[in-house]
């Protein structure tokens, strides 16, 4: 089974700064590879897939990177509706896999 | 516009069966390709997916539930199900549906509120 492993666990970031945020995987997943977003009370949002194809909606200042085993999602500019939780998960095989989570938090 | 609901008991007993229905409503469940799916988030926790199914009723299961998960759907109603058996405290829960984007592969791009789940006699 697949171990995904995101750090850093929490991230402590200014409005308007960069985030940078990291996946790894225990073995290649290839591109297989999603981003999401969830904040309290709420289901994840898909931010990205593929790796790096944001889904429908998302804005430009989210990017994403990566592909085997290290994955990196960006977000350029941090906006105030921007600090959340943040999963990667894998599907290149069964079982599904998500990682842990990165909590983006204001500085 | 896709949308998905769970519904089920809110608390169920433990060493009983826990019983949720995902609804879609503004699209078919037969659709190719895609495998429609259970994911769970234990209180303050990350996500855990517990398994999926095709509308021919392929399944896949997390092997660390497989003994106690059965997912199933219903095509006429536009439904699939989750049932877990053997409960314990440690399946206290959001159980939410969800299904993959249009374009295919196993994330998820359409999700239900969730349905807290609380295990406890």
């Known amino acids: 089974e697949i171990v995904m492993t995101q750090s850093p666990a929490t991230l402590s970031v200014s409005p308007g700064e960069r985030a940078t945020l990291s996946c790894r995987a225990s073995?290649?997943?290839?591109?297989?590879l999603a981003w999401y977003q969830q904040k309290p009370g709420q289901p994840p949002r898909l931010l990205m897939y593929?790796?790096?194809t944001r889904a429908t909606g998302i804005p430009a200042r989210f990017s994403g990177s990566g592909s085997g085993t290290e994955f990196t999602l960006t977000i350029s500019s941090l906006q105030s509706e921007d600090f959340a939780l943040y999963y990667c998960?894998?599907?290149?095989?069964?079982?599904?896999?998500f990682g842990g989570g990165t909590k983006v938090e204001i500085k | 516009q896709l949308q998905l609901q769970e519904s089920g008991p809110g608390l169920v007993k433990p060493s009983e069966t826990l019983s949720l229905t995902c609804t879609v409503s503004?699209?078919?469940?037969?659709?190719?390709?895609?495998?429609w799916g259970w994911i769970r988030q234990s209180p303050g926790k990350g996500l855990d997916w517990i398994g999926s199914?095709?509308?021919?009723?392929?399944?896949y299961y997390n092997p660390s539930l497989k003994s106690r998960v059965t997912i199933s759907v219903d095509t006429s109603k536009n439904q699939f199900s989750l049932k877990l058996s053997s409960v314990t405290a440690a399946d206290t829960a959001v159980y939410y549906c969800?299904?993959?984007?249009?374009?295919?592969?196993?994330?998820?791009?359409?999700w239900g509120q969730g349905s807290l789940v609380t295990v406890s006699s």
């Open positions: 073995q290649s997943v290839g591109r297989n």
């Open positions: 593929g790796a790096s």
């Open positions: 199914i095709s509308y021919r009723g392929t399944t």
């Open positions: 998960q894998q599907y290149n095989s069964w079982p599904l896999i």
């Open positions: 969800a299904r993959p984007p249009d374009y295919g592969g196993n994330s998820w791009d359409y």
């Open positions: 503004g699209g078919s469940i037969s659709t190719t390709n895609l495998y």
